[in-house]
């Protein structure tokens, strides 16, 4: 996970942060930025991962009050170097939280957008004789291209679990938790209530939960399209206020002659 590296700077921060007890202190900060670690990097060493990202944001912001209060030294003790200091070292932790958080909400996009697709060829391959889980891997042989496509990477986790001897059952459970969205876990519920029956009922349950995904893809994609869309304003403001000044300043130059 990209932002998740262990600096030269992060072992005194985390020293400090293991001092002051900051899980204890601060437990919804802390669990909520957690948990969006566990999304992206998975459940092994979870914590370390957490306290190795704050130890990041506060390295982060010691450097720019550091940088902050230097500049206002040599700016013969202006306090608008210090200042600016301050409040990058607010803003730049909060930015990286951000972006964890809109990781996170893109990894849980991707997820469902690719979901009902997976789902369709589940549906095909049972109704031609497949069992779920050789249907499975074979969606997975298909999309051998795509291990960077948090779906299939950890279906691929959950294929690996089943063949070191986990049952059909545990690895399919682990990977509706590893995954943690409302769509997986309807997924596989679905699956873990009908396959052992097999024929029209297990296709049926299928289908039903297929349309639903589809109509959830819907929405994502039609989200994704608005926020797009959104993200053109300011350059298209931009671009007409060039336009505005180009045309104008000749106009305005001529009448003041």
């Not at 940088?67 to 013969?76: D, E, K, R």
């Not at 690996?160 to 938790?177: N, T, V």
């Not at 997986?184 to 349950?205: E, I």
Request: proline letters at 4%; aromatic letters at 8%; one cysteine or more.
């Amino acid at each position: 996970m990209d932002g998740l590296r262990l600096q030269k700077l992060a072992p005194p921060m985390l020293y400090l942060l293991d001092r002051v007890r900051f899980a204890g202190r601060f437990p919804m900060f802390f669990f909520k930025v957690q948990r969006s670690v566990q999304k992206m990097c998975g459940e092994r060493r979870v914590g370390d991962f957490t306290l190795i990202f704050l130890a990041e944001m506060l390295s982060y912001s010691w450097l720019m009050l550091t940088a902050g209060t230097i500049f206002s030294l040599l700016m013969g003790g202006d306090p608008a170097g210090f200042g600016i200091g301050v409040m990058l070292a607010v803003l730049i932790p909060a930015a990286l939280v951000t972006d964890l958080h809109r990781k996170v909400v893109r990894r849980e996009q991707e997820i469902i957008v690719e979901l009902p697709e997976l789902l369709n060829k589940i549906i095909l391959l049972v109704g031609a004789g497949e069992t779920v889980q050789k249907a499975i891997r074979h969606c997975l042989e298909r999309k051998r291209d795509q291990d960077n496509h948090p779906l299939y990477r950890e279906l691929l986790q959950m294929s690996r679990e089943m063949d070191s001897g986990y049952s059909f059952q545990q690895a399919l459970e682990s990977f509706s938790k590893r995954c943690g969205i409302q769509e997986v876990s309807a997924f596989t519920t679905a699956v873990l209530l009908n396959f052992r029956r097999g024929g029209s009922d297990f296709a049926l349950a299928l289908r039903d939960l297929s349309h639903s995904l589809w109509e959830k893809r819907k929405a994502v994609s039609r989200t994704r399209g608005e926020q797009a869309s959104s993200k053109l304003v300011f350059p298209m403001l931009l671009l007409f206020l060039i336009i505005v000044v180009l045309v104008g300043t000749p106009a305005f130059m001529a009448m003041s002659l």
